[in-house]
């Protein structure tokens, strides 16, 4: 009876679905563990500013081109589709600040932080992925380097330091993209355009968006790096790391943005 039970497809999906747990509570332990870590080697000053400018750089520059194409295209599509009917209602003085209000609280962080995911969290994961399976860690740690601190902290602090730039940076991007789609698809004048973003904007939504664009990018950064930590298995445990660490990085910021939105905005 035993042997039947087990050859079920009811107990292999138990099984399937109690391993996979045992995975996510393992893996949300080592990233919790390495965030503690990071945090305790910021006192002990474990990497040089050199090396911090040079993921700035990476993290910031190298992601822009993309992170823009992606929030620009948004707004642009956004305008085409609200613009036209809301001065058909006689709502275009309000244009401008939906557009904007949507930048600047969801729209830009989000799309950036997929974005930068997608290029950058992935490559993080995949170059320390590498280093796993290769024992080039295992060789840091006989130099008695502790590899958290030298390979976590200037990433993340890259990332903690560029994120609210791309943000900012994409949230002008997606308010004039959608200044020009409204003034093509409607006629909506620049001036009255402008005039409902600075009527709609505050203070509130610009802190707001910037310290939870801080928060995606120490979030991004610490899930790529512990993902790519936890690699083994050759190729294939690379590949592996970097997917879960693509997709715990977009369910996580999804959730940071859940709880921002309930705290600042409900």
Known sequence: MRVYYKSTYTYKFYCYLIKEIGKLVSTLGNIVLFGIEFL???????????????????????????TLSIVGMTSVIVAMQVAGEMVKQGGGNY?????????VREEAAIMAGFAIISMIGSSLASEIATMKVTEQIDAIQVLKVNPIHYLFTPRIIAGTIMMPLVVVISSAIGILGGAIA?????????????????????MHDLKVCIIKSIA????????????????????????????????????AIVIV????????FY
């Open 40 to 66: 305790k080697g910021l006192s002990s000053k474990p990497t040089t500013f050199r090396e911090i400018i040079e993921q700035s750089s990476r993290f910031g520059v190298s992601s822009l081109p993309i």
């Open 95 to 103: 244009v401008g600040m939906l557009i904007s209000i949507l930048m």
């Open 182 to 202: 409204s003034n093509v698809v409607s006629g909506l004048s620049f001036k009255a355009y402008f005039d409902s973003v600075w009527f709609g904007l505050n």
């Open 216 to 251: 995606f990018g120490f979030v991004i950064t610490l899930i790529s790096c512990s993902c790519g930590m936890e690699a083994k298995d050759g190729a294939k445990g690379v590949g592996l790391a970097t997917t879960k660490a693509v997709v715990w990085s977009f369910v």
């Open 257 to 264: 943005d859940l709880l921002f939105a309930a705290a600042f």
